[in-house]
């Protein structure tokens, strides 16, 4: 089945710097991903759809400026926490959806961003 | 907007029996789809099953069974036999009907977490 690759699965930063996470179809193209996030025992928030060759669409709240997505391949978007602070330590999620008919979303397995 | 309402407070199952996770749904959209992902300690998210809100049938996926009671905007998942490795966070989610070409972006519920005893 469709696979989804995120990295790092977990990084710690200090507060100021930036981090960058890869999301990866391994086995299919992806036109559109998904950027969630997810804080302890809490669901997960949409935070942005990643467009190929286009500009992300970012969710009422979402600093675009903070969050930097791209999308420069069918098989890889990149999200960027820039100038990271401790309120984004966070649990980031992509995802992308199979081609076909009926496929579901397929997920990540997530990168925990500690900053300290 | 969609909205998706999971309150059931943690959840606890013995072995070998069955469960079932409640969610219920709104939604002014005529069709939608409605997800439910597994979420194990690791943080991963597993997909179970998909039910299409003009499918005629509740979906089944080997032990998950979708409960899809249209009229009430429910759709709770019947996890059958319960093992120990079903102990996680169960998330309803809902989005658009899954077919080719279809936005696939999904609001999440606040999640349920299932609990499997010896």
């Known amino acids: 089945g469709a696979v989804v690759s995120q990295h790092p699965s977990w990084v710690i930063c200090k507060s100021g710097t930036s981090v960058k996470i890869e999301c990866r179809s391994l086995?299919?193209?992806?036109?559109?991903m998904f950027w969630y996030r997810q804080f302890p025992k809490q669901s997960l928030m949409l935070m942005a759809t990643?467009?190929?060759?286009?500009?992300?669409?970012?969710e009422q709240g979402v600093e675009k400026d903070k969050f930097l997505i791209n999308h420069a391949s069918l098989t890889l978007s990149t999200l960027t926490v820039t100038s990271a602070h401790p309120e984004d330590s966070s649990f980031y999620i992509c995802?992308?959806?199979?081609?076909?008919?009926?496929?579901?979303?397929?997920f990540g397995n997530g990168t925990r961003l500690t900053v300290t | 907007a969609q909205k998706i309402t999971q309150t059931q407070p943690g959840m606890f199952v013995q072995e070998k029996e069955a469960v079932t996770l409640d969610c219920t749904y709104d939604t002014s959209d005529p069709s939608y789809g409605l997800f439910w992902y597994k979420q194990p300690s690791s943080g991963e998210m597993i997909f179970l099953i998909y039910q299409g809100s003009y499918d005629q049938q509740n979906a089944t996926e080997g032990r998950y069974s979708l409960n899809f009671q249209k009229a009430r905007k429910s759709a709770n998942l019947v996890i059958s036999a319960s093992q120990l490795g079903d102990s996680a966070m169960y998330f309803c989610?809902?989005?658009?009907?899954?077919?080719?070409?279809?936005?696939?972006?999904?609001?999440f519920g606040k999640g349920i977490t299932l609990s499997v005893r010896p």
């Open positions: 995802s992308a959806r199979g081609q076909g008919e009926g496929s579901p979303l397929h």
């Open positions: 990643s467009n190929e060759g286009s500009k992300a669409t970012y």
């Open positions: 989610a809902m989005g658009e009907v899954v077919r080719s070409g279809a936005n696939s972006k999904l609001t």
């Open positions: 086995d299919f193209q992806a036109t559109t």
